[in-house]
Each structure stands twice: as C-alpha cells, then as structure tokens.
C-alpha cells in the first residue's frame, strides 16, 4: 500500500475501553489514492480513484509531532509513511518489539509506537481530477472502521 500525497481529513486518539490494555488507537480519515491514472491525449494531468478511508492505528504510545500551518489554506497530505524496527532499546507497553511509525506530511510530521494497523475503506473509490475529495463528495468528515458493501 502505499499513502504518497493522500490527504487526512481529521485525526482522532480514541481512548481504550479495555482495562487490560490502557493504550489508544489512532484514527486517520483519509482520501486513500486507490489509483493514479496516466492521461490519455489530449489530456495532459493525471486523474485519479480516489476512496474515503479509515487508517487506525493500534495500541498507540509514545506519540510525538508537529503541525504547522502557514496561515494559508492548505490540506495535510502525506508525504512518506515509514515503519521501522524499534533500535532505540526503550521496549514497550505491550511489546518490546513494537515499530516505530513515520509519517512524513507536507506542514506535518507524526511519530509513534504502534503494534499495527487496519485500512477500512469506508465507500466505493470515485473519478476525481484533484487528488481531494469534496467534504461532500467523501460524505463529510468519518472515522467508521467498515467497509462499504
């Protein structure tokens, strides 16, 4: 999979409700690019498949970041998300070995512990000429974790 230039609508940290393990989950609603399609003459610009999506994050700790807004209007879209193998030696609360997420944004940076993810794309993938949906296209704002049928 992969998340170059996918824009997060909102982030959310979703409290545990599970006394045996206290972390949170992070959510991210996304635009998730199900496709880039190549322009076909006279076209010049590429098009795009574009899904309203879920991207939630489990058992989230040590989270760290930074958002900086220029005082333009502007959309938070990924640059890069990496994962990588814990060398730091801090282990963790649910396991030692738990990756290190990166996500690499345009006016953004995210870091933190997670012991996996879930993608749920939430409705059918639509045409679009930008690689954004509308607020209406996409349904609003939305963090539910089904996918569409």
Known sequence: MGWHDVTIHGICVQPSTSPDNPLPRLLLDIDYIVRWVHPVAPEQHFTFWIAPSTLAFEDVWDF???LAFGGMALHL???RLHRSAPD???GGPVHGS???WHIEGH???LR???TGYHQYVRQ???HSKRLVLTHHDRGGLGF???AFA
């Open 144 to 146: 539910a974790e089904t």
């Open 107 to 109: 006016y953004f940076d």
């Open 112 to 114: 933190f512990r997670a």
């Open 64 to 66: 760290e970041g930074d």
């Open 98 to 100: 738990d990756p290190g």
């Open 77 to 79: 879209d990924i640059d």
């Open 88 to 90: 730091d030696g801090r």
């Open 124 to 126: 059918a993938p639509l």
